[in-house]
């Protein structure tokens, strides 16, 4: 699925795949995982406020745009919370 070994050790478990002192370097689906798992990620769900989203991932990824950087993080989001919130209802949307 990917050629960078901390992806694929992040896609075998649940949280696995933390920490970046092996090669390779961290590829920008780490960065987006890292994102995905940091609390901007988790305030973006609860509050449905992007802002502070926006703003780190134009940071760690400057090469993608939002839509594209967003994308990857909600791929690692749904890898982590496969039955998202426990308290969030998608009740309108
Ligand atoms: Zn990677």
Redesign the pocket.
Same mark, same amino acid.
């Given at each position: 699925m &990917?050629d *960078?070994?901390? $992806? +694929?050790q992040?896609l075998s478990g649940p949280m696995a795949g933390s920490g970046y002192k092996y090669p #390779?370097q #961290? *590829? &920008? +689906? $780490?960065?987006a995982?890292a994102v995905a798992r940091s609390m901007v990620a988790h305030d973006a769900v609860r509050t449905r406020d992007t802002t502070e989203l926006r703003e780190t991932l134009a940071r760690t990824l400057p090469g993608l745009t939002y839509e594209q950087a967003a994308a990857m993080v909600r791929k690692w989001w749904q890898h982590d919370h496969p039955n998202g919130i426990s308290k969030e209802q998608p009740s309108h949307g």
């Open positions: &990917s *960078c070994r901390h $992806c +694929n992040a #390779p #961290p *590829c &920008s +689906n $780490c960065m995982r």
